[in-house]
């Protein structure tokens, strides 16, 4: 159980194109998902968080202009990089909290997909 | 930002043999989980560690946590050539809105 599908898992488009990236919650809901860039060799920086139903929580640096985030129901988060460039080609993951999740608050692990590799050319 | 280091940063040794990799952090914590990344893939839960734990088996895992340090290990023992991947550790703290920050990780080799 508590898997996270991410969508698509590789990017290659021009300069300037936006790019839609999807993570949904196949088997559980969602209320909050999370997404972070990760550049070659290194760990995962936290971009934002998405809630379900309100505003996306976005970390210090991060534009939210260039970076949108639509989290419309309880199982899908999508992440937009708007007009695209070189500098933005990296490795996206999202991941996911389970809702129904019993166990004591905050002691819970994440759910993550697989990772969106984007290349700007 | 990061919290977490991990140390070392790439580990190579031989089938069967027990790799270990440490973490330190720097706030209170509620929580330390591991987590394994194969190369171009996502996350998976490793292990979670409380933090009025002290250790935690898991198969072949074995997770420390000191709190008074503000470290933690993880070991693989008889390592398979399949443990080949990046390992990373993450703090969760209520003061941070339990959202995880993660370590630097360590990327391990396991030869046949």
């Known amino acids: 159980g508590a898997v996270v599908s991410q969508h698509p898992s590789w990017v290659i488009c021009k300069s300037g194109t936006s790019v839609k990236i999807e993570c949904r919650s196949l088997d559980f809901q969602a209320t909050t998902m999370f997404w972070y860039r990760q550049f070659p060799k290194q760990s995962l920086m936290l971009m934002a968080t998405s809630n379900e139903g309100s505003k996306a929580t976005y970390e210090q640096g991060v534009e939210k202009d260039k970076f949108l985030i639509n989290h419309a129901s309880l199982t899908l988060s999508t992440l937009t990089v708007t007009s695209a460039h070189p500098e933005d080609s990296s490795f996206y993951i999202c991941?996911?909290?389970?809702?129904?999740?019993?166990?004591?608050?905050?002691?819970?692990?994440?759910?993550f997909g697989d990772g969106t590799r984007l290349s700007i050319l | 930002s990061q919290q977490g280091e991990e140390d070392p940063q790439a580990l190579s040794i031989q089938e069967g043999e027990n790799a270990t990799m440490n973490c330190s952090y720097k706030?209170?914590?509620?929580?330390l989980q591991w987590y394994r990344q194969n190369s171009g893939r996502g996350l998976v839960h490793l292990i979670l560690?409380?933090?009025?734990?002290r250790e935690k088996h898991s198969g072949r895992l074995r997770v420390t946590l000191d709190t008074s340090k503000k470290s933690s290990s993880l070991l693989i023992t008889a390592s398979r050539a399949a443990d080949t991947a990046s390992y990373f550790c993450a703090t969760g703290a209520k003061a941070a809105g339990n959202k995880l920050t993660f370590g630097g990780g360590t990327r391990v080799l396991v030869k046949p």
């Open positions: 991941s996911a909290r389970d809702f129904g999740w019993t166990g004591p608050g905050g002691n819970q692990p994440q759910h």
């Open positions: 706030t209170s914590i509620n929580n």
């Open positions: 560690i409380r933090s009025n734990e």
